[in-house]
């Protein structure tokens, strides 16, 4: 930072043309997203570049080193933790970024991934520290069966880093107050919402049908898609059992990425089949599709379903939302901030363990509810396609980057006053 810039103090830092640098450390960032935190970063790092001298430190491989702007450098496994847990490896990457965070005035770190590097970066280089939230270790014990001990880990990082944050970015009140659940040693004055957001010039209704009959999905019948990675928090076993109590001419569309473990993949696929036994148009597209194919089958859908158990925000209904679609979502975390019930969409009740597992009190009556739900918009289809431009209005009108930014950089100019 120019000293011509701290000689006015860091309160007022970005009122001046020097530029602040931040650096953001991230797992996720393009081409290489595979989730709503790798979204949220892309998106906020292409509107950010044009404010400040903005470095990204991207775990993974090397990838182009400019971003609108923002200079991008990139950190694979360190070679002598090729074959340690993956928790261990992560913590190795988060070494390796350190000395390269010297020089920055300010560290934002997103996900526990990065946290550790957030965190000892800030000491090392006594800078502040901002952590954004997308989801929370203690509300997602079911990484256990992923990681082992590794879930210990990271659970210790993501407490550590909080804990010792100049700040920390909430991306919905919903997620704010888990926050102060699972940490309520933290300061209240010190989490702030910011929500995601959506690009409505890149999510937006797409009239064509070639990627639809590409993919084997019929643009002339009714539909219910599903975009999203095959998790427990994402609660897809229940939207399939949901799916065999819609009419028989109704598609499913799961656009779905590899299961955490085997055995959901064994659940998932096991119910899958028991659909396709009794019913046609159950497609299943594996893998990550092109943004703009994933549009075309937004922009298609009658409905999009979102039966998460466990969601801070659920970016993915807003990007349904964007393409004109109405969706039907389990009332959890912060997807009430983003649909609005009965105006873009349905919001389906869903009473919970208190254990952080989020497994329904009642797995029966939630999957009734729902298919209830998604029925209601299915019976109804223009009564749909309207809460779909409702949909499409809310989202540019509440979610836009821009303001995201300005947001951002308020909690920045707050944790740089100290």
Known sequence: MDTTASHYGKAHIFDYVVKVRVDIVTKEFPPAIYGGAGVHVAELGRVLAPLLDLRVRAFGDPRPEDYHGARVSSYGVPADLATANPAVQTLGTDLAILSDLQGADLVHSHTWYANMAGHLGSLLHGIPHVVSAHSLEPLRPWKAEQLGGGYALSSWAESTAYHGAAAVIAVSAGMRD????????IDPAKVHVVHNGIDVDTWRPDPHTDALVRLGIDPDKRSVAFVGRITRQKGVPYLLRAAALLPEDVQLVLCAGAADTPELADEVNGLIEGLRATRDGVVVIEGMLPRADVVQI?????????????????????????????VVASAVGGIPEVVADGETGYLVPLEQLQDGTGTPLDAEGFVADFAAALNRALEDPDRAAAMGRAGRERAAAHFSWDSIAEKTLEVYRAALAG
């Open 178 to 185: 888990d926050i102060l659940r699972a940490y309520p040693a």
């Open 298 to 326: 937004l922009s298609h859908a009658t409905v999009f379903a979102c039966p998460s158990v466990y969601e801070p925000l659920g970016i993915v209904n807003l990007e349904a939302m964007a393409c004109g679609t109405a």
